[in-house]
C-alpha cells in the first residue's frame, strides 16, 4: 500500500541517518479516551523545519503539509492520509500518537479523523451507492465495501435494519483483491447497472451482476481507501471521521453513534 509504504520508508531513512538514536516509543492511543483537539502553538514566525532528509527519502515528493505540533520543536507532516512527525533539524521522523494528558486528547488520530472528513466529503455522494432510510436520517456511515469479503455481505443482509435505525449507508468500492481483480470487476459492474442499489444487493447475496463497463470511480475509491490506511472490509468512516474497521450490528452501531454523537457535542459544544 502506497502510502503505508512512504511512511516507512521516511522512517527507515531516518533511522540510516541517525543510526545511533533508539527507534522513538510509540503511545497507545487506547490509552487515554479522544477529546477536542488541543490549539496547537504556533511556532515562530516563518520557522519551518529542514525538509532536506524528508524529500530525500520521499524521492522528491512533497508531503501534503508541514505544520507545527504543540511540542515545541515538533512538526507535523502529512503524506496522503497517513501523518507522521519531523523534528526541527529535519534528522529525526517520528510514527506514533502525540496524547495530551492535560485533556485527555489523543491529538493524533483526532488529526486523522479530521483528514478523512475531509476527504470523504470530496468525494461526494452522488459518486457513492447509497442505502438511506425512508423517514429522517438520524446517522451517516460511509462504508468501504468489498462485494465479494463475507462480512461486507452479513451486513448488507441487514441494510433494511440499518435504515430503521435512522442510518444511511453509504458505499465507496474497496476490492481487497486490487485494481484489475474479480472483485473489481464486479464493483464496476455494480456501479455502471441501471438500478446499483439492486445490483448492489444481487451481488452482495453471491447472484451473479450483468457484466458493464462505463466510466466509473471504483479505482479512485481503491486508492482513497489506501491512502486513507484502509486495511480490511468492511470499514466504516463515521460523521466524525473516526474509523471503524469490521462489522458492527445495526443496534450496537446506533449506540456507538450515539456516544461519538454526544462525545462531539461535550469537546466542542455543537452537534
Known sequence: MRNLLLVATVLHAASALAADSAPPPVADPAAAPAAAPATPVAAPSGKQPD?????????????DSVAP????????????GQVLYLSEDGRFAVQGDILDL?????????????????AIAAVGENN??????????????TIFTDIDCGYCRKMHSQIADYNKEGIKIRYLMFPREGIGSESFKKAVAVWCADNRQEAMTKAKRGESVEPRTCDNPVQAQYELGDKLGVRGTPSMILESG??????????QLTRLLVEARDKTIRSTGRP
Not at 485527555?104 to 488520530?109: D, G, I, P, S
Not at 473516526?242 to 443496534?251: H, R, S
Request: cysteine-free; glycine content about 12%.
Open 51 to 63: 525538509l532536506a532528509r524528508l524529500q530525500e527519502a520521499l524521492n522528491g515528493e512533497k508531503p
Open 69 to 80: 505540533t504543540v511540542i515545541p520543536g515538533l512538526y507535523e507532516v502529512v503524506l496522503g
Open 102 to 118: 492535560g485533556s485527555r486528547a489523543n491529538l493524533t488520530e483526532n488529526r486523522r479523523g479530521e483528514l478523512r472528513g475531509k
Open 128 to 141: 457513492m451507492v447509497v442505502f438511506a432510510p425512508e423517514g429522517p436520517v438520524k446517522h451517516t456511515v
Open 242 to 251: 473516526e474509523m471503524l474497521p469490521g462489522y458492527v450490528p445495526p443496534t
